[in-house]
């Protein structure tokens, strides 16, 4: 899973450029530095409760609109969550996990990994 903050900055840019503002132009309306915009979309900070109100009324949107991440990851983020999942996960649970991926992929008609 990315960074909390990573996820509203992202929706922050999104739901900004949804309304074709550039970082300024929402700056300016909010009443914060352009480069302060930049900061919470990149993810290096989180923003304040009272520049999420002033950006939603800004940007005509209910405040829990920052808080709806997509559930789509890329592959390479699935990936990485699927290891991350196996490495935690005991013998048992483990092999149960192989177990329903080989047979997945078998169904797909896609070459199975090769056997642990």
């Known amino acids: 899973m990315k960074d909390p903050k990573q996820l509203i900055g992202a929706r922050i840019s999104t739901l900004r450029r949804a309304r074709h ?3 300024n132009d929402l700056a300016e ?10 900061r919470l979309e990149t993810g290096k900070y989180f923003p304040s ?3 999420l109100v002033a950006m939603a009324r800004v940007l005509d949107v209910e405040l829990q609109e920052f808080f709806l991440f997509p559930t789509v990851e890329s592959e390479t983020e699935m990936r990485e969550a ?3 999942i196996a490495s935690q996960a005991p013998e048992p649970v483990l092999k149960e996990l192989l177990s329903f991926a ?9 070459p199975r990994p090769p056997p642990l």
């Open 21 to 23: 503002l550039t970082q």
């Open 49 to 51: 409760l009272d520049t």
């Open 102 to 110: 080989r047979n997945r992929l078998a169904q797909r008609q896609i």
């Open 82 to 84: 699927l290891i991350a």
């Open 29 to 38: 309306q909010v009443g914060v530095d352009g480069r302060h915009i930049s």
